[in-house]
C-alpha cells in the first residue's frame, strides 16, 4: 500500500545581499539577509516498491532525473540509510523558476525533511544541513527557513529576530536571469554601493521596520539592471504606489517590495501588472520560525552558485 507525504517548499528573498569579494578559489564571499516568504511549491512523496526514484512536475521543461535537486536529495537519504523502497516526487510549482528566490532549493529542503519524516529516520536539522550543503549554499538555509544572516560563501548561518509584521509584493518579470552570469560579469571596485548588513541586523533586533527597508540593497543588481532597465522600473513603480523600499532577489530576475498594508501591496501589483510585461505576481507575509543556533556548514558543491 502507498503512503504519500505532503510537503510545502517555501520561497526566500534577500533583504540585503553584499558581496565581499571574489575569492582564490573562484567563490564570491557574501553577506545576506535571507528571509522566508509564505509563497510555496508544493511537494508529495509516496513510498513505493519499485526501487526506484521518480519525479513529475508541472512545468513540462524542468528535468525529472538526477539533474533534478529533489532527485538528488532523496537519493543522499536512501544511499546514507540504506533505504531500498522506492519513492515517487510530484513538484507542483509555484515559485517562480531562475528568478533568484531559491525555489530550486527549497524543493530539495523539503525533500530531505520529507524523507526523514517519511521513514521515522530521526536525523537532526544539522545533520539534514550537513547533507544538504553538497548540493547548493541556499539548500541548508531553506531547511531552517526564518530570518537569517548569511555569510562566507553562504555556509555560515545566523538566525535573527523575525521580520516585522508587513507584506511582501512579489513580482516576477517575463524574463530570467542565470546565476552564474551575474556572478561572472560583476565587478566590484571603489563604486560599488555596498548594502548596510550591520544596521540592518540591528534593525530587525529593534524591530524597526523602516529602519529594514532604508537599509535594503543588493550589489547584483548593477548587473542585471545593466541588462533589464525595466528591474529599475519596476522598483520605481512600487515605490511610487506606495512601496517601503523594493530590490532585487537574488540574482534576479524577481523583484520584490514591502508594504504595510495587504490591500496596498495588491493595489501596487495591479498597476506593475498592467504597466510591465509580468509573468506572475504574488503578495505575501513573511514566514517566521523559532530561532535555531547558528550554523557553520561544508563547503557547498562547486557546481553550484550563490543565489
Not at 60 to 88: T, W
Not at 141 to 157: F, N, P, V
Not at 190 to 199: F, K, L, N, R, V
Not at 265 to 276: H, N, S
Request: with cysteine; hydrophobic share 40%.
Amino acid at each position: 500500500m502507498s503512503q504519500t507525504l505532503h510537503l510545502k517548499a517555501y520561497a526566500k528573498v534577500n533583504l540585503g545581499l553584499d558581496v565581499i569579494r571574489r575569492r582564490e578559489d573562484g567563490y564570491h564571499e557574501v553577506r545576506m539577509i535571507m528571509q522566508t516568504v509564505r509563497l510555496f511549491d508544493r511537494l508529495s512523496l509516496t513510498k513505493n516498491q519499485s526501487g526506484q526514484i521518480t519525479l513529475s512536475v508541472n512545468l513540462p521543461y524542468l528535468p525529472v532525473n538526477e539533474k533534478n535537486l529533489v532527485y538528488r536529495a532523496i537519493d543522499i537519504i536512501r544511499k546514507n540509510y540504506h533505504i531500498s523502497e522506492g519513492i515517487h516526487a510530484d513538484i507542483n510549482k509555484r515559485i517562480p523558476v531562475a528568478a533568484g528566490m531559491a525555489g530550486g532549493s527549497s524543493d530539495a529542503a523539503a525533500a530531505f525533511v520529507g524523507m526523514n519524516q517519511m521513514f521515522d529516520l530521526g536525523i537532526s536539522q544539522e545533520t539534514l544541513m550537513e547533507y544538504a550543503v553538497g548540493l547548493g549554499a541556499d539548500i541548508p538555509y531553506c531547511i531552517m527557513r526564518g530570518t537569517a544572516l548569511s555569510e562566507g560563501i553562504g555556509e555560515k548561518l545566523t538566525p535573527l529576530p523575525p521580520m516585522p509584521d508587513c507584506w511582501f509584493l512579489i513580482v516576477k518579470p517575463v524574463f530570467s536571469m542565470s546565476t552564474r552570469f551575474v556572478y561572472e560579469n560583476l565587478r566590484l571596485d571603489e563604486s560599488t554601493c555596498h548594502p548596510d548588513i550591520d544596521g540592518m541586523v540591528a534593525a530587525l533586533k529593534n524591530q524597526d521596520l523602516t529602519g529594514i527597508t532604508d537599509r535594503m540593497g543588493n550589489v547584483l543588481e548593477q548587473v542585471t539592471q545593466e541588462h533589464f532597465p525595466q528591474i529599475r522600473e519596476i522598483k520605481d513603480c512600487m515605490r511610487q504606489e506606495g512601496a517601503l523600499n523594493a530590490l532585487m532577489s537574488g540574482s534576479g530576475s524577481t523583484v520584490f517590495s514591502i508594504f504595510t498594508s495587504r490591500k496596498a501591496a495588491e493595489a501596487a501589483g495591479r498597476v506593475c501588472r498592467d504597466r510591465f510585461q509580468i509573468k506572475q505576481t504574488a503578495v505575501v507575509c513573511p514566514f517566521n520560525k523559532p530561532h535555531v543556533r547558528s550554523r557553520i556548514l561544508s563547503r557547498p558543491n562547486r557546481g553550484e552558485q550563490q543565489k
